[in-house]
């Protein structure tokens, strides 16, 4: 039995979305600042993922192409927190 995942992600790109977003500074403060934005109802998480979509470069550092139901997946994983200890 072979596994297909990366590191629990369905692909390469998904694994490379959530690594860079959470784990470079830049990258990781466009999504906060995004999130925050969502808390406070200045946009929907929809506009969030488009405006950060939109503010990363063309692919991950490392090549792969940006998965937009990663950073959905990451912009509501931030709005939960930040919803719960605000």
Known sequence: MTNNTFNGYE???HWQ????LNNDE???NLLKNKVELVVY???TKSQAVYEILRELPE???DGAKWEAD????LVTEQ???Q???S
């Open 11 to 13: 692909s390469y790109n």
């Open 17 to 20: 979305t959530a690594l860079w």
């Open 26 to 28: 830049t990258f990781y």
């Open 41 to 43: 109802m200045a946009c």
């Open 59 to 61: 692919q991950t550092p």
């Open 70 to 73: 990663t950073i959905l997946d």
């Open 79 to 81: 709005y939960d927190e």
């Open 83 to 85: 919803i719960q200890y």
